[in-house]
């Protein structure tokens, strides 16, 4: 929200993410797919355009589980929301193609 | 006018806080904003000549005794590409600590085309004593940024994360607004 009314320098104004916070993964359950893609960005100079795949699976790996809830939410909820790959910017990567070139 | 400037930066304050309440009460989805960003992102074209090297800090409040750190040091992306990375947070108290964090990003005038999708930010984070856990932050670095003229010697951006320990009646500082900075009711007037 910038303003004409200038508090003496500029702010950056923090934004809530758009589809909210990812739970807490407690039990580690997407680890190994954290560590491949992890190790994935190690190997490729930390170019994450060449680690999408792995990246893509650790959400999938996300989506897939459920975890017990706190007494504030729905009973069970997921690690995280399902969403179709293409929604979330891996719609080149679906159908098995390979975008490394 | 003062006035003015009173409610926004109050409006400023209770922002997160409320946020914080319409997530714990609505849970994970943010159905709410979800419509366009989804699409923005279904259909937008990484700029693929245009490389941007996002480096990762990570704070603790002093009141509050995690290890908080960063999993990778850099990440080389590209605008309209979404991607992962993870910072990494351990509780070594022998009672469990809630957290909430917040961001910055630098430059300032990059922030604007830093988008988060999902990460742990702004939402009490429960760590039980002992407990170490894997933060994502999934983002992406909108493709506008490529076309804005201000942007063309930017090629590195820092996201830095902030953990507050999470007290009752505690309100999250936003970054950005020094504390000799704050209006109180009964002055300026």
Not at chain 1, 29 to 54: G, H, T, V
Request: proline share 8%.
């Amino acid at each position: 929200m910038s303003t004409a009314m200038n508090f003496g320098s500029k702010s950056f104004q923090p934004r809530p993410p758009d589809k909210g916070s990812f739970p807490l993964d407690h039990f580690g359950e997407c680890k190994s797919f954290k560590e491949k893609f992890m190790k994935c960005l190690r190997d490729n100079n930390f170019e994450n355009a060449l680690c999408r795949n792995e990246s893509k699976e650790y959400l999938e790996c996300r989506m897939e589980r459920q975890v017990p809830a706190s007494p504030l939410t729905f009973p069970f909820r997921q690690l995280m929301a399902q969403e179709p790959l293409e929604k979330l910017g891996f719609g080149d990567l679906i159908d098995g193609k390979s975008d490394k070139n | 006018m003062a006035a003015a400037a009173v409610g926004m930066l109050g409006a400023s304050y209770a922002a997160v806080p409320l946020y914080r309440l319409y997530c714990q009460t609505t849970g994970l989805g943010g159905s709410a904003v979800a419509g366009h960003a989804s699409d923005q992102i279904e259909n937008m074209v990484p700029v693929k000549d245009r490389i941007i090297k996002i480096t990762f800090n990570a704070d603790v409040h002093a009141s509050l005794q995690w290890n908080f750190r960063p999993q990778q040091t850099e990440i080389y992306v590209v605008p309209g590409e979404t991607a992962l990375a993870f910072y990494k947070a351990k509780n070594p108290t022998d009672k469990p600590v809630i957290g909430i964090s917040t961001y910055n990003v630098v430059p300032f005038e990059a922030g604007q085309y830093f988008n988060k999708i999902q990460c742990f930010c702004f939402e009490e984070q429960r760590l039980n004593p002992q407990e170490e856990v894997d933060m994502p932050v999934f983002f992406y670095i909108d493709p506008e940024f490529a076309e804005d003229p201000r942007m063309v010697n930017v090629d590195l951006i820092t996201l830095s994360y902030t953990f507050f320990e999470a007290k009752e009646g505690h309100t999250l500082p936003v970054p950005g607004y020094n504390s000799n900075q704050q209006l109180s009711p009964a002055s300026n007037l």
